[in-house]
């Protein structure tokens, strides 16, 4: 059991030491220290940011039957659900921006981590809607009320949203 600290810390120091060593590179460093590119690029990944929590929210709204209810879940997704993954591709980029221009201080973040942590979540969370539920969408598409299954990953999705969008900001101000 002593022996798990020695190797905790180890790894957590290669770790610090890669994120120095990624920081550290001149991109990243004009990045972090540019007056005006810094900002554009975190106002670029807030607008991807709304490009994908927008059309999501909206499926996610209709899965837990709180909107559209009279509208077929699948063309709710087939209308919104192509910008979520444009704003996915530009927050994904600007996201890894941001982190490499300052990653020490990301990785000694908490909230980085549980953001992090909700974004995979909300990932898995969509993946297994996408691939089990929706394929039982003939069964109740036009349905007022989807099933318990679609409705849990609607309000799953909107709460681990709702998490990274908090820690984000979080990170933001505490770094």
Known sequence: MAQEVPKKAAMNDTILALCQRLQDVGWATGLRESQYMFPIVEGIH????????????????????????????????????????GGAVVMFVTGLLLFCAEAVRCWNSGWFKIKI???????????????????????????????????????????????????????????
């Open 46 to 85: 807030l607008l991807g940011l709304a490009f994908i929590l927008g059309p999501v929210l909206m499926l996610d709204f209709r899965l837990a039957g709180i909107a559209w209810r009279d509208m077929p879940v699948s063309k709710v997704a087939k209308t919104f659900v192509p910008y979520s993954l």
């Open 117 to 175: 942590v909700l974004l995979l979540v909300a990932g898995v969370n969509a993946l297994y809607f996408h691939t089990k539920t929706q394929s039982t969408w003939a069964q109740w598409d036009t349905l007022a009320t989807p099933p318990a299954e679609a409705r849990r990953a609607g309000w799953l999705s909107m709460i681990f949203w709702t998490g990274v969008v908090f820690a984000g900001r979080w990170t933001a101000y505490n770094l």
